[in-house]
């Protein structure tokens, strides 16, 4: 059998697509480009630590969901935060809320307001839900500390911001094995399921994962 007629077999008889797909993902996460290619990736210049194809998907959400609000729990260097407020500019609507413990140098952008402290906090979340007050819709993401507790923590707080509708996104629920990373430890991916055996309002998108190659497999949750 040659490739092409390989890549033309519906999936469902191809057993072997997810271990081609798990074999790519880790090759894609691994590569030795400071660290992984993902480390080697950027928007406008910034370093944007994201796979390109759930960018993709985000640009797709954004313009279908048209959120006032975009809330992003750890933004590092802030080059996701500037590609969702260029997104927004595209869309002609929105703005975005990025966090995180540490302060430094960002894009400046009029669509982006950049909080610093721990997404967890008293004084962070009471800001966040000044912001989000009266908004039509909300989207979250979230991608900062990657243990079990936290991400569980995130979730539990941050699931009533999100809009009917929207999405609630848990980021690299690819750790711990799922593909990449099997030391890391439970992870996002563990948070996620113990939040939707408690959280019936909740649903895994999967048709979010359209490209096969996802950094969050599971973790695009939309709020029913």
Not at 37 to 60: A, F, M, S, V
Request: with cysteine.
């Amino acid at each position: 059998m040659g490739l092409l007629d390989f890549i033309r077999r519906p999936s469902a008889s191809r057993p072997d697509a997810k271990r081609i797909v798990d074999d790519f993902h880790g090759l894609y996460y691994d590569a030795n480009l400071s660290g992984g290619t993902w480390r080697d990736t950027y928007w406008q210049g910034i370093p944007t630590y994201k796979c390109p194809l759930d960018l993709w998907i985000y640009q797709e959400m954004i313009f279908k969901e048209r959120p006032d609000l975009i809330v992003e729990c750890g933004t590092a260097n802030g080059g996701s935060a500037l590609f969702l407020a260029s997104m927004c500019d595209l869309a002609g609507n929105g703005e975005v809320v990025a966090i995180d413990i540490q302060s430094g140098e960002r894009p400046k952008h009029a669509r982006i307001t950049y909080l610093t402290g721990s997404s967890t906090s008293e004084s962070i979340v009471a800001e966040v839900e000044k912001r989000a007050r009266g908004k039509k819709s909300v989207m979250v993401i979230l991608d900062s500390d990657h243990s079990k507790a936290h991400v569980l923590n995130e979730l539990r707080i941050y699931s009533r911001f999100v809009t009917k509708g929207s999405y609630l996104v848990a980021e690299d629920t690819n750790v711990n094995g799922n593909p990449v990373l099997p030391g890391h430890g439970p992870g996002p991916n563990e948070a996620v399921k113990e939040f939707l055996a408690e959280n019936s309002g909740f649903e895994a998108d999967r048709s979010k994962e359209k490209f096969f190659l996802t950094f969050s497999p599971g973790g695009f949750l939309r709020k029913s």
